[in-house]
């Protein structure tokens, strides 16, 4: 059998470019299809939408109210199922002629935060999003009704199907290349000179530098515990987070955009993981347990399915309180590494492969025998 693989648009890096490029290795002889790409060559062979021809591929927000007639709109194909990866519109999508009814199994990141829960993302409190919200609520549930089965990628993001779409999902959680963490890395000299200039015993905090993912509370966590905090990735909060950094008691040390090799040295060194956001799943949480480091992480959300209380780190349910901090950070540094990357093992890109290819072999299966 063959099938289509959808994702909604493709960048050089991100958790679901990660789950898209598992789904291809699970499914080689599957076709693509995105919004547009923009992998600069990561992903070849994708196929684009009419958007990827038009200057709105370059603005996600501006384009937002057309993807939904979009998705409703692609061309004639000879498949017999379609795997989408949403965390927005891609849900929606369908082929003409007799690709129209093509078994649809939806791998769910989240239903769009944008405008189901706004409260988690601060993006979704703009104006033009808001009222699109309204409108585009009922249409997207109706959509979600559509899929012959929809996993999620944490229970978290499930319940929270449950609640908008009205459907039931079952969990997979999302790839992580945990191996690669295993392994003392490879440094050129630039990179070398980098971590050896890091000071000893910071805490560390991975991610884009977006306001929705509280890099802010890293800091205030370098206060707290006394301890340095290193801030790697790159994004538009940037000078936010350097302005408070300045004014902060905490000797903070950003690393823009680091290399791959220097990031996973940088797991290896740090004392903990600081992960403060609540994220639907959380993949660096995982990163950094592979890396025998264990995390503080928020005690909402996806990151504390895989973060173990008290084994693989401390969960923390009041960011803003200095006490629990520390005593959390106490916590978590008494785990082992070997704890770290046994827990981490269980998420690694072979137990997704194999979860992934049973959920869209229900498409081979009787309907009545789906799940």
Known sequence: MTGVIVHEWLERSGGAENVFEAMREAFPDAQSWALWD???????????TVLARTPLRRSKIAALPFMPAVWRALPEIRADWML????LFAHHARFRGAAADLPKYVYAHTPARYIWTPELDRRGARLPVRIAASAFKPMDRRRAQEATAIAANSQFVADRIATTWEREATVIHPPVHTRAFATEPTLNARDQRVLDALPEGFLLAVSRWVSYKRLDAAITTGEATGRPVVIAGRGPDEARLRELAARSSAQVTFLHHPSSALLHAVYRKAAALVFPAIEDFGIVAVEAMASGTPVLASAYGGVAESVVDGVTGAHVH???????????LETALRATPADCRSRAAMFDTDAFTSRIRAFVAQADAPVGARG
């Open 38 to 48: 923009d992998s600069d060559g990561r992903f070849p062979g994708v196929a684009e």
């Open 84 to 87: 989408v990866s949403s965390h």
């Open 318 to 328: 009041d960011w803003e309180s200095p006490l629990d901090i520390r005593s959390a």
